[in-house]
């Protein structure tokens, strides 16, 4: 199985920061990659897939990038309504695994 | 619009069984590859099965393979979990996702339901 090891596992930003999340995998897994943002109570939601792509809707704040084995989740200038739990999940092979969370609090 | 919503969770005893299920609406169902994943009470996302849009391949987490069978009908919209000889570690709240080939990932969630494995 290919492992997903996020991190930070937690973070505290303010509003207007900008904050770096990475995920690193066990192998290489081309571009089946993707970025997931929960709210408590709520189900997840897809903002980044194939890396870099940014899901119609999700404000440009928000960027992807990375390659092969490590990856990196961007949040500029941080808004209120950021703060929440975020989640990398590679598609490359199954299982489908995901990355441990990192909890992205206000400071 | 694009609409999912589980159902079937509940309360079950340890070695018993559960079908969930996933009522799908707002898109064309039997063209698209969908998924189950699990959230533990507190804990992070596990992936636990997905089925391809015609039920032709389905392909499951370590943890469930062999307990727990992902279907679908195409003629009701809808996707199933069967899930037998529950176990404490099966309680979560599990959810539907639709796949977003060709990357398989998940752009649809349904809001999730609650299965707890208690005696």
């Known amino acids: 199985d290919i492992q997903m090891t996020q991190s930070p596992a937690s973070l505290s930003a303010s509003v207007g920061d900008r904050v770096t999340i990475t995920c690193r995998a066990s192998?290489?897994?081309?571009?089946?990659f993707s970025w997931y943002q929960q709210k408590p109570g709520k189900a997840p939601k897809l903002l980044i897939y194939?890396?870099?792509s940014l899901r119609s809707g999700v404000p440009s704040r928000f960027s992807g990038s990375g390659s092969g084995t490590d990856f990196t989740l961007t949040i500029s200038n941080l808004q209120p309504e950021d703060f929440a739990t975020y989640y990398c999940?590679?598609?490359?092979?199954?299982?489908?695994?995901f990355g441990q969370g990192t909890k992205l609090e206000i400071k | 619009q694009v609409q999912l919503v589980e159902s079937g969770g509940g309360v079950v005893q340890p070695g018993r069984s559960l079908r969930l299920s996933c009522a799908a609406s707002g898109f064309t169902f039997n063209t698209y590859a969908m998924h189950w994943v699990r959230q533990a009470p507190g804990k992070g996302l596990e992936w636990v099965a997905i089925i391809w849009y015609d039920g032709s391949n389905k392909y499951y987490a370590n943890s469930v393979k062999g307990r727990f069978t992902i279907s679908r009908d195409n003629s009701r919209s809808t996707l199933y979990l069967q899930m037998n000889s529950l176990r404490a570690e099966d309680t979560a709240v599990y959810y539907c996702a639709r796949d977003s080939s060709p990357g398989h990932e998940m752009d649809y969630w349904g809001q999730g339901t609650l299965v707890t494995v208690s005696s």
């Open positions: 192998q290489s897994i081309s571009i089946y």
């Open positions: 194939a890396v870099s």
């Open positions: 999940q590679q598609t490359y092979n199954t299982p489908y695994t």
